[in-house]
């Protein structure tokens, strides 16, 4: 009898020693598997260190088709504020954006600046270039770059939209130094930044080019407006 119980025992014991063993492997492996998870939420989750570029006055039938060439070889994205009688004059390239995954917003019809004595006058190119815009796209136009950021806040409710001005001017339409004008850019642009330009103007796509090529090297991700004002 003495023999049977030390037997159980050490069974008992040997039972309980691998037990520990097995629950010890499996509680590494979890554990294992849960850092690596923390990790790849981790790079999921990591900042991402956005800016956006917008050009203004377009399209222009040379230069912008230039500039939706060299973004789509870069995968870039960007946001066009369009007149309306351009947009008139060259509706495949509005097509082209829309397609190529860029945003497209209002400027104007005529690039008219709002004063106190043409409201009206303002508002309703506004709406005749939503309508042009529409007609090319199919979408409703959002957002709208006034000229020379002259806005009355009015319009966002009569209108539902959204104006977007900048935080980085780079004045490329008084220069044509492309060495100039791509260095202001990459100077003055950090995370979250709006940056204006204008694609009627081949400096101004050259440099813009040079300047996105240089920003992606510091690690920057472009993005359309939205989600700069947004997220």
Known sequence: ????????????????????YLYGMRSRAIAADSGMANVAAGLETEDVRKIAITFDDGPHPRYTEQLLDGL??????????????????HPEVIERMKEEGH????????HIQ???NNREAFKKELIKTNEILKGITGEEVQYVRPPYGSWDKSFEKELNMFPVLWTVDTLDWSSRNV???T???VSKTGE???ILMHDYYETSVTAALKAIDKLLEEGYTFVTVEEILFD
Do not use: P, Q, W
């Open 192 to 194: 979250n930044d709006i």
């Open 183 to 185: 260095e202001k850019i």
């Open 103 to 110: 945003l497209v917003g209002n400027h104007t019809y005529s």
């Open 72 to 89: 789509k070889e870069r995968g870039v994205v960007a946001t066009f504020f369009v007149t309306g009688e351009h947009a008139e004059l």
């Open 179 to 181: 060495g100039c004008i």
């Open 1 to 20: 009898m003495k023999k049977i119980l030390t037997a159980i025992l050490l069974f008992d014991m040997a039972a309980g020693l691998l037990f520990s």
């Open 114 to 116: 709002l004063t106190k």
